[in-house]
């Protein structure tokens, strides 16, 4: 699966509501359960919050890109959110995040979310990129970056 196939318009959230790490991680996983992607809330935020307290996903350069794999999970699929106002999310670079990709995939999955996230931090090495997801208003816009 590639990974721009992984990417829907109702999982793309323009303007997070959250104000710390927690909520982030939340409101994405409320938009992948509204969506009809996950069957149980609390055990994928629990395989977030597992592979969170290896290391924190917060890549640095204003992105984070939380993710697990759990049971609960129907098919690989990433939710998309932004900040505006930017996040504490424990960042490498010790700044706040405002680009957030939640990968999730099912348990039984082979590396399908390492080559997401992979390509997902390829892309956004480059400010070109970056900025076009921070000025992105449509689902059209943004998946342009993922052509």
């Given amino acids: 699966m590639a990974t721009k196939d992984m990417f829907s318009k109702s999982r793309i959230c323009f303007d ?3 104000t710390n790490k927690d909520e982030a991680i939340k409101e994405l996983i409320q938009v992948l359960y ?3 992607k996950i069957t149980d809330k609390e055990k994928f935020r629990q395989a977030v919050l597992k592979r969170e307290e290896e290391f924190s996903t917060g890549i640095g350069m204003g ?19 932004r900040s505006n106002k930017g996040i504490d999310y424990e960042s490498m670079d010790d700044k706040p995040a405002y680009l957030f990709f939640l990968i999730s995939v099912p348990e039984e999955s082979s590396d399908i979310h390492l080559r997401a996230l992979s390509e997902i931090s390829r892309k956004l090495m480059h400010t ?3 900025e076009k997801l921070f000025k992105a208003q ?8 993922f052509e």
């Avoid at 992105?63 to 990433?78: N, R, T, W, Y």
């Avoid at 449509?138 to 970056?145: A, H, L, N, Q, T």
């Fill in 34 to 36: 509204d969506d009809g």
């Fill in 128 to 130: 070109e990129i970056r």
């Fill in 63 to 81: 992105i984070a890109i939380p993710h697990g794999k759990s049971d609960a999970v129907k098919e690989p699929s990433i939710t998309f959110g």
């Fill in 16 to 18: 997070l509501k959250a």
């Fill in 138 to 145: 449509s689902f059209e816009e943004f998946i342009e970056v």
